[in-house]
């Protein structure tokens, strides 16, 4: 039974940091502390699952568990998740996420639960026709297509090849720091990556979530684009809160899938 009113807690599993709050959905805010633990250096689904039974048990929480993952959600394994171990590949791996004991995890790339988060919450909801298109900037880029009011899941567009390599690689919020990438410097390897999306995809409005909303007006501002584009309204709490709206949908029916 889902219910906005009701709250939920949602895990953002990041290459570096996994992070969780309960939310308050009916306001789209945070309801707790958020509660953190670091991604284990194997980030092993076992080791994964455990940590966020800590981030579970520190917040008091015994139901369901919105998890966004940094990869795409394959059935029971997860593909392209180049921040995490290669063990989330073999077939059954997401299974380790029934957490806590009994309770399901509910899934989705942590992408298009920040996508989720604003199309429920922030300006990607305000056009219901036409395209949004979310990109998030941390350890790699993520992308979710917000297409007339609903999540197209899994977009993955980070890993269009430009032609000075993946543009999630040489763009990223990872590039941006270990680089020590001026503003200008990013712009100038960020452009051909929004060019080619306006090109193919003809988005009517752009959508800048994970570190880079931070740091919104030096960084996003430096882009030629044709349509606007805003930082996410959550912030770096977009996957957060996301994945505890996943929980809420998973119970109508909608993009995101349940570990039985
Ligand atoms: C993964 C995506 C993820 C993005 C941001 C990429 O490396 O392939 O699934 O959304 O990183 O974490």
């Known amino acids: 039974m889902s219910d906005d009113s009701v709250p939920q807690l949602g895990v953002d599993v990041g290459g570096t940091t996994i992070k969780g709050a309960v939310v308050n959905l009916g306001a789209g805010e945070l309801a707790s502390g958020i509660h953190t633990e670091p991604t284990p250096p194997t980030a092993t689904p076992g080791d994964v699952a455990a940590a966020i039974g800590r981030i579970a048990a520190a917040a008091g929480w015994p139901g369901p568990v919105g998890v966004a993952l940094p990869g795409v959600i394959d059935g029971s394994s997860l593909r392209h998740a180049p921040n995490l171990s290669r063990a989330w590949e073999a077939d059954g791996a997401l299974e380790c996420l029934r957490v806590p004991e009994g309770a399901n995890a509910v899934l989705i790339n942590d992408a ?3 996508g989720l988060a604003e199309l429920t ?3 990607a909801g305000l056009d219901r026709d036409g395209l949004t298109i979310v990109l998030t900037f941390g350890t790699g880029i993520g992308s979710a297509l917000l297409h007339n009011g609903d999540l197209i899941a899994n977009s993955e567009l980070g890993g269009l090849v430009g032609s000075n390599g993946r543009f ?3 763009a990223s919020g990872r590039a941006i720091s270990s680089e020590e990438l001026t503003p200008v410097e990013w712009a100038r390897r960020a452009q051909p990556f929004f060019d ?8 009517s409005r752009w959508v800048v979530g994970g570190g880079l909303s931070e740091n919104f007006d030096r960084f996003a501002s430096r882009l030629k684009l044709s349509k606007p584009i805003s930082a996410a309204h959550l912030g770096v709490h977009a996957g957060i809160v996301g994945a505890a709206v996943a929980v809420s949908r998973a119970g109508r029916g909608s993009p995101s899938s349940a570990v039985k």
């Open 112 to 114: 298009d639960a920040a």
């Open 168 to 170: 999630e690689e040489i």
């Open 196 to 203: 080619e999306l306006e090109a193919m995809l003809n988005p």
């Open 121 to 123: 919450y922030g300006d």
